[in-house]
């Protein structure tokens, strides 16, 4: 009782407080209230959830067993399928054995006609034939019926082109670039002409192209007369080797090139010669001239003329006469010096054109001696390895030596003309000259 009293009055002074704490109980308690049911509605929320997920797993696990049901199904068909397809190709292997090696024999034959086809001239005319034979010689399908069928024409039409003279349009390539339409005649696969010009076939470009150099000669001109021909053999030049002869031959120097490899020397040679022989055809052609005058004053010898030797000597001699010289001897001593006075003019040149035929060879032997000392110098230089390095020095030994020769010669058959018949004109005049002492001998005597 004393306690309850007690407590009775010490919470009369808090009675002010106890609204408050009525008011802050109620407050948790409603708190609590609220927070038990959103924890409820999260639990009922989770739950609901959970169960959506379990369901979703179920599902997609049904889901995959049936992909893997039908994986596996797929997989077991492929394996038998690829099981079947096996066995199929062994068969078929089986069966086509022999075709299979059939088909690699031709298509080895048409490798090698391939070959032969792409450097042919008649690829010019015919430039579809690669593309048949490149499917057929790289093809890893098998071959049908149409592809042997094509295959046995071109070998055919090559036979039959090899042997088979015509005409067709073709481009040609000139030695700039530029292409040009042309008539192009052909002459089996050996040669090809246009315009009067040899043709040579590009097989990279399957386009045919004018030589650099024609051959000289004649070749020309017969290239000009079969482009032109219409009926009738006519003469052509044909290269069996396919063009490479001809090219060989475009390759020859010509004269002028020839010439300058002798350099300096052959230079000077050929200047001796034309000297030489300019002074020896004049000299010929002086002589003819005095032969044909003293021909026709032998018919005359009683009228002296003074376009000739002979004449000059009659007129020196009636002159001699003339002025009272009548003793033998003057008038012999009058007719050999008359005689020793033409003799120079009849033996011009002979000395020179002499010289020119000794001095020819010499130059010759020079121009040898110096080429092989540059080619003596570039092995030094460069050794032995490119004879390429060597060729000018050996072209102007061998050159010059040919230039000296050439020049020698000539020179030396004009020398030996020169003097036969410088003699025989002298000859004549020794002969007239004592035939008219004779003369004049028999008329003193007679006197």
Known sequence: MKLWMFVAVLALPAVSHADALDDLLEDVRQSQQQSAQINQAREARFLSERNQQDELLRQAQRELAAVKRKVDAQKADFQKTAKEIAELKAEIKEQTGELEQLFGTIRTAAGDTRAIVRDSLTSAQFADRLDDLNRLADGDRRINLGQLERFWFILQQEMVEAGRVTTFPADIVD???????????RVGVFTAVADGQYLDYLPEAQRLQALARQPGGGAQAMAEDFATAESGPVDMLIDPTRGNLLAL??????????????????????????????????QAAYLLRVGRRMRQQLGALDQPRDDNPLGRLLGSLEAAITAGERDLESL?????????????????????????????PLMGLLGTVTGMIATFQAITLFGTGDPKLMANGISQALVTTVLGLVVAIPLLFLHSLLVARSRSLTRVLDEQAAGLIARRMESSRRD
């Open 175 to 185: 030695s700039d670039g530029q292409a040009t339409a042309a008539a192009v005649s």
């Open 249 to 282: 031959l475009t390759e020859r120097p010509s004269l002028s090139e020839r010439i300058n490899q002798g350099s300096v020397v052959g230079y000077i040679i050929i200047a001796l010669g034309i000297i030489g022989l300019l002074l020896a055809l004049g």
């Open 332 to 360: 012999e001593l009058k007719l050999d010096e008359g005689v020793i006075r033409e003799t120079p003019r009849l033996e011009r040149a002979q000395s020179i054109v002499k010289l020119l035929a000794g001095v020819a």
